[in-house]
């Protein structure tokens, strides 16, 4: 799972263009959010789901979109050996959905995490 920001500098009336932190910039721009659930075997990269991130259009949290995406993915028979994801996605409730799948996971944890 990973979520990236589509730069759109110049946007000012475009529908889902917002104000994100871009990792690739190491700032904050104009852009549109997107996050991808992506799997992996071998050589084989298999999109499993996505979803525009539009915090201000429907009030889900990035955590509501990842923990969506993975009830979709659990529903359609996704059965992953490892799930991988940013620490931006690590949540109590996002880790304890993925162990009540009982899925192995890794991912980082930031050091303001408080349980």
């Not at 799972?1 to 104000?19: G, I, P, Q, R």
């Not at 992506?38 to 525009?52: F, Q, S, T, V």
Request: charged share 30%; net charge positive.
């Amino acid at each position: 799972m990973d979520n990236y920001t589509l730069d759109k500098f110049y946007a000012e009336k475009m529908e889902l263009v917002s104000w994100y932190w871009s990792g690739k910039h190491g700032w904050v721009l104009l852009g549109i959010n997107l996050m991808t659930l992506l799997g992996i075997d071998g050589d084989a990269h298999i999109p499993y789901g996505y979803r525009l991130y539009e915090k201000s259009k429907d009030g889900a949290t990035k955590n509501d979109g990842f923990d969506a995406m993975l009830v979709s993915a659990k529903e359609r028979g996704f059965k992953p050996r490892r799930v991988v994801f940013d620490s931006w996605f690590s949540s109590l409730d996002n880790l304890k959905q993925i162990r009540s799948y009982k899925w192995v996971c890794l991912t980082r944890l930031n050091r303001n995490r408080l349980r």
